[in-house]
């Protein structure tokens, strides 16, 4: 074989070598952008469901085009804050929130009465005190929002306190679905969980 023949095989073969290069650079960042993003979780809020450290991935489809379920764990951006923060969707728009003793209660209007529930929260260890913060223990969702609560109850801040802004004038702890980023879907470490 020729030296010319050498020299346009050794062409083809880098030109095909860049080419599947930029093609799986293409799907990484059509996945990365549209589809799912990797996330690490600061901080202990959400202990003992993840720690500090934990590498997780976020769904970004289901926020914009499935429901928000309760006890689903979100990644969004508080309003009045610029960080993302994840946490756990307690409450659903419509519903009202009473915290006493511990014990949350979760009510609705069924034919012009009120019915509450106690909200099963199995996924907490049987000794998890929640407690009121801004001396607020009822909270009302009445608009198509989201209340979020950090699964480490007594060292956080989360919907019951207007994520440490104060529950005050211009607050809101309240999350309109527009803040919500990505719904977390898998963690890698420390242990492989699929949501």
């Known amino acids: 074989m020729s030296i010319k023949k050498k020299l346009i095989n050794f062409l083809l ?3 095909d070598m860049l080419a599947f290069l930029v093609f799986v650079w293409w799907i990484v960042l059509f996945v990365r952008f ?3 993003n990797p996330y690490t979780v600061v901080g202990a809020s959400m202990s ?3 720690e500090e450290n934990d590498f997780i991935i976020v769904d ?3 926020p914009n085009f499935g429901t928000r379920k309760r006890w689903d764990v979100i990644v969004f951006v508080p309003p009045g804050k610029s960080i993302p923060y994840i946490k756990r969707i ?3 728009p419509w519903e009202t929130v009473k915290i006493h003793n511990s014990e949350i209660k979760i009510c609705s209007m069924v034919k012009e009465k009120e019915k509450c529930a106690e909200l099963d929260e199995s996924y907490l260890p049987s000794d998890t005190w929640t407690d009121t913060r801004c ?3 009822e909270f009302k969702l009445d608009k198509w929002w989201l209340f979020v609560m950090w699964d480490n109850r007594s060292f956080s801040t989360d919907s019951r306190c207007c994520f440490g802004l104060g529950c005050y004038a211009g607050t809101s702890y309240e999350v309109p679905f527009n ?3 990505w ?3 898998i963690r890698f470490f420390p242990k492989f969980w699929i949501f």
Do not use: Q
């Open 179 to 181: 803040r919500i980023i």
């Open 13 to 15: 073969n880098i030109f």
């Open 135 to 137: 001396w607020t223990d």
């Open 48 to 50: 003992p469901t993840f």
């Open 34 to 36: 549209f589809v799912a």
């Open 90 to 92: 307690i409450w659903l």
């Open 60 to 62: 970004k489809i289901t």
């Open 183 to 185: 719904k977390v879907y």
